[in-house]
C-alpha cells in the first residue's frame, strides 16, 4: 500500500518541500530511505520503529520503502521524522491517510513517541502555505513561533499518539497562540560615552543612514563603548522586518524572538565561513544573524585577511551568494558595519612618543584592511583619548532623544526612498534624483578632484551628506552637508 505526506528540509534561510511516499509490499522486512538523505535522516528508521512501537501502534513486518522528492535535493535534519511515521502509518491502514491530504508535517520523534522541536518552524509555516497547503503540524515548542505566519492553519501536538484522533474525524494538537515577543533587554545608553562630540555625530549619522562606521583610536578611548550603545539609538523594527529576523533567528536557532534589532560581535578568529555563511548545505554566517541590525567587529585589523574581503560585496548589495558544486543559495546580508582598530599593533599610534612599534610592523598591522574595502566603509572617525574633565564631567545626550532624530530622519528617507530603505541603499538612479545647491555641487566636484574620489567615494559621500541634511531636516543638501560627509569620510579627529 502507498501513502504519501509533505515536509521540509532547510536550505539557507528558506523551506524546501519534500514529497515523503512510503510504500508497504511484501517481502523480508526491510525498511529503506533512498532520496538524498543525510546521516540523521537515515537514522529515522530506528526512531520512528521504536515511537511507534512504544505508543501501541503496530510497526508492518514488511518491506517498506520510502522515497523522498525531488530525487536530487539534499534532505537534512530530522525534520522529516514525523511525516515519514504518519506515512508509514496510513499505508499500513493504522490511521486513515485521507484525512492528512493537504497538510505539511515536521518534527524530530523521541523513542517514546513525544515529537521534539526542530529548527525553521516559522519558515517551513511560510513554505506551505506557498505550497497551497491546508495547514502544518508540528511539535508544541514550534507550534507559537510557526503561528506568527499569516494565512497558514498550525496545529501542535505533543505526541505522534495523537494522531489516533484522525479514526475519529478529529484532527490532532491544538491551535497554538502566536509568539509573544521575549521581553527586551535593556540596552546601554549612549549617555555613557562622554565627550567625543565627533564620535557621537557619526554614531548618529551611520544609525539614521544605514552607514558602515569604522572608528580607529588607542585602547580605552569609547570606541567598544560606544559600538556596544549603537543599537539603543536605532528605530524599532516594524512588523515585516520582525518577521524577517524571526524566520533567520528560528533557523539558526540564535534565541527566543524579540522586537529589537540583532547585535552580533564576532571574535576575530572567526573564519571566512563563519563570517558571511558556508558548509554544505550552506548555512548562514555572522553577517545573515545581523540582518535587520549591527555587525561589530572589534579590533578589525586582528581579523584574518580572507574574512575581512568577503565582506565587500555584502556591503554593496545587501546580500550574500554561497555558491556549491551542487547549486547556490543568497543569503539576506542588510547589516549595519560597526567596526573599531587600533592605530598600530601596540595601541599608542605612531604620533605618540611612547610607541614602540616600527614602521613596517604598523604597514604590516593596517594592510590587513585593504583599500577596497575601506572604500565602502562609509565613514573612518578617528578617536582619542577623552580629558579627565570629559570623565569628571557630566554624561552626554541619552540615546532616547538621539533615537528620536533618527526615527524622524528614517521617515524622510521611507517618503523618498520607500519603507524600510536607508540613503546607504540607494542606487545610481535614485543618486541622481538627490537635490543638491549649487555650492554643494562646486564643492563635490572639487573634492572628486582634489581628492581623487573614485566613483564609489563619490556616490557613498554624496548619501552621506543626504543623511546629514535629513538629520538636520532639509529637502536640499547643503554646501555645510556636503563638508560634514567629506570630513567624516577622511578621518576626522574627535
Same mark, same amino acid.
Given at each position: 500500500?502507498?501513502?504519501? /505526506? /509533505? ?322 543559495? /543568497? ?135 543626504? /543623511? ?27
Amino acid at each position: 500500500m502507498l501513502a504519501e /505526506t /509533505t515536509s521540509f528540509t532547510l536550505e539557507g534561510i528558506a523551506a524546501s518541500p519534500v514529497r515523503v511516499e512510503v510504500d508497504i509490499h511484501r517481502g523480508l522486512p526491510s525498511f529503506q530511505i533512498v532520496g538524498l538523505p543525510d546521516a540523521a535522516v537515515r537514522e529515522a528508521r530506528e526512531r520512528v520503529r521504536a515511537a511507534l512501537v512504544n505508543t501501541g501502534f503496530e510497526f508492518p513486518m514488511r518491506r517498506i520503502t520510502a522515497n523522498l522528492a525531488p530525487a536530487d535535493l539534499k534532505k537534512a535534519g530530522p525534520a522529516l521524522d514525523l511525516a515519514l511515521a504518519t506515512g508509514l502509518l496510513a499505508a499500513a491502514g493504522e490511521i486513515p491517510g485521507a484525512e492528512l491530504r493537504g497538510w505539511a508535517l515536521a518534527g524530530e520523534l523521541a523513542l517514546d513517541g513525544s515529537v521534539r522541536p526542530v529548527r525553521g518552524a516559522l519558515a517551513m509555516a511560510e513554505a506551505a502555505r506557498g505550497e497551497g497547503c491546508r495547514g502544518v503540524i508540528l511539535p508544541a515548542a514550534n507550534g507559537p513561533e510557526a503561528a506568527l505566519a499569516p494565512g497558514v492553519e498550525v496545529r501542535a501536538i505533543e505526541s505522534i499518539a495523537e494522531f489516533r484522533e484522525l479514526e475519529r474525524g478529529r484532527l490532532p494538537g491544538v491551535r497554538p497562540a502566536p509568539a509573544g515577543l521575549a521581553e527586551a533587554r535593556g540596552l546601554p545608553d549612549l549617555r555613557d560615552l562622554r565627550g567625543q562630540a565627533n564620535l557621537r555625530r557619526a554614531i548618529e549619522v551611520a544609525a539614521a543612514g544605514g552607514h558602515a562606521l569604522l572608528m580607529i583610536g588607542p585602547p580605552g578611548s569609547g570606541k567598544s563603548l560606544a559600538a556596544r550603545r549603537f543599537p539603543s539609538v536605532l528605530p524599532p523594527m516594524g512588523s515585516d522586518e520582525i518577521l524577517e529576523v524571526a524566520r533567520i533567528a528560528g533557523i539558526c536557532g540564535s534565541g527566543p524572538i524579540r522586537a529589537e534589532r540583532p547585535f552580533r560581535a564576532p571574535h576575530h578568529t572567526v573564519s571566512a565561513a563563519g563570517l558571511v555563511g558556508g558548509g554544505s548545505p550552506p548555512r548562514p554566517g555572522e553577517i545573515t544573524l545581523a540582518h535587520r541590525g549591527v555587525l561589530f567587529l572589534d579590533e578589525l585589523c586582528e581579523f584574518r585577511r580572507p574574512a575581512l574581503e568577503a565582506l565587500r560585496e555584502p556591503l554593496e548589495s545587501g546580500e550574500v551568494t554561497i555558491s556549491r558544486v551542487n547549486g547556490h543559495r /543568497t543569503l539576506p546580508a542588510g547589516f549595519t558595519l560597526i567596526a573599531a582598530a587600533n592605530p598600530c599593533p601596540c595601541g599608542r599610534g605612531d604620533e605618540d612618543p611612547d610607541c614602540v612599534c616600527r614602521a613596517a610592523a604598523i604597514g604590516r598591522y593596517r594592510s590587513t584592511l585593504s583599500g577596497a574595502l575601506a572604500d565602502r566603509i562609509d565613514m573612518i572617525v578617528a578617536v582619542a583619548q577623552p580629558g579627565p574633565e570629559a570623565m569628571a564631567g557630566p554624561g552626554g545626550e541619552p540615546s532616547a532623544s538621539v533615537r528620536a532624530r533618527v526615527v524622524r530622519a528614517r521617515e524622510r528617507m521611507a517618503e523618498r526612498l520607500g519603507a524600510g530603505r536607508t540613503n546607504a541603499e540607494a542606487d545610481r538612479s535614485e543618486l541622481a534624483r538627490f537635490e543638491l545647491d549649487a555650492a554643494a555641487r562646486s564643492l563635490l566636484a572639487e573634492a572628486a578632484r582634489s581628492q581623487r574620489l573614485s566613483g564609489r567615494s563619490h556616490d557613498r559621500t554624496l548619501r552621506l551628506a543626504r /543623511t546629514i541634511a535629513d538629520l538636520d531636516d532639509r529637502r536640499t543638501v547643503r554646501e555645510e552637508h556636503l563638508a560634514g560627509a567629506l570630513q567624516l569620510r577622511r578621518r576626522a579627529g574627535p
